[in-house]
């Protein structure tokens, strides 16, 4: 005897589905990117997903620079690229120079060259955590997972923790899918640097790739308004909304930090997404 879906079911396989359907879509969507960074899940510009954490890349070594590239559309990104690129050739010893060329390369997808300029670097400043973290996320970015999460705990301190350090270790776990984990070590990470965005940003991402969007929203919204937040954790935010179909919401966060065309065509998108989505399912 075939079973009759209710209309109260009906609600629930969609809200279901459009938690799995996050979970899938992401999963397979999303990249380690420049350096450290949550980059963003940031549809506008082709612009590439990164998992990672927004405060790898510590404020005071060329944060404009680093800000700047997060919000860059693909061909903003290949002449960043050839810029940053010029500059670090002149100074290839510049730890400055060498994290703004990994970042913009792992964000244009050069994750085997962003890797070579981390471990370069690396070599040069051995015992530098904030490089350290880089170098374990440009591993990572590689799918070199299990060498990213080696170096990235060979390069803490077990009696004096560097947070960012434990972000980036939370962040390569949840890569491995270990989620619990994850959630465990950015904990930890909170414990240090309460309510940093960045630590926050990472926690969410965790529930996005395992679908529970409304704990991913909690988190981002705490991330949104925390110290060192930036554009890229308001779009996330703008996304895992829209992913739950309140599209109207995600287009007015969005368009809080993109252009009123750039807004409605990440939420047209997740529209047609979602829609295509659906009718799969009632097929």
Not at 177 to 197: D, F, V, W
Not at 245 to 268: V, Y
Request: charged content about 20%.
């Amino acid at each position: 005897m075939q079973h009759s879906v209710t209309g109260s079911e009906k609600s629930d396989n969609t809200r279901n589905g459009l938690h799995q359907k996050a979970g899938g879509y992401l999963s397979k969507s999303l990249k380690l990117t420049s350096a450290l960074v949550l980059t963003g899940l940031v549809l506008a510009g082709c612009t590439a997903v990164d998992r990672t954490t927004t405060g790898s890349v510590n404020k005071s070594t060329g944060t404009k620079a680093e800000r700047s590239i997060e919000q860059m559309n693909a061909q903003q990104l290949a002449q960043a690229a050839q810029s940053y690129g010029a500059h670090y050739q002149k100074n290839p010893t510049s730890k400055v120079a060498a994290l703004n060329y990994a970042t913009v390369l792992s964000m244009a997808g050069r994750n085997d060259q962003s890797l070579a300029v981390m471990r370069a670097i690396a070599i040069q400043l051995p015992k530098d955590k904030q490089v350290l973290a880089a170098y374990g996320k440009a591993l990572a970015g590689a799918g070199e997972l299990d060498a990213a999460l080696d170096a990235v705990r060979r390069a803490q301190t077990p009696d004096y923790p560097d947070w960012r350090l434990l972000s980036a270790e939370g962040a390569i776990l949840d890569q491995q899918g270990n989620s619990a984990a994850a959630r465990a070590i950015y904990q930890k990470a909170l414990q240090i640097k309460p309510g940093e965005a960045s630590i926050l940003s990472n926690m969410a991402m965790s529930y996005v790739l395992s679908g529970d969007l409304p704990t991913a929203e909690k988190y981002l919204r705490q991330a949104s308004v925390a110290n060192g937040s930036d554009s890229r954790v308001r779009q996330n935010l703008a996304l895992v909304v829209g992913l739950q179909g309140r599209f109207q919401e995600a287009e007015t966060i969005a368009s809080r930090e993109l252009s009123p065309e750039q807004a409605k065509a990440n939420t047209d998108y997740l529209r047609s997404m979602l829609a295509k989505q659906s009718v799969k399912k009632q097929a």
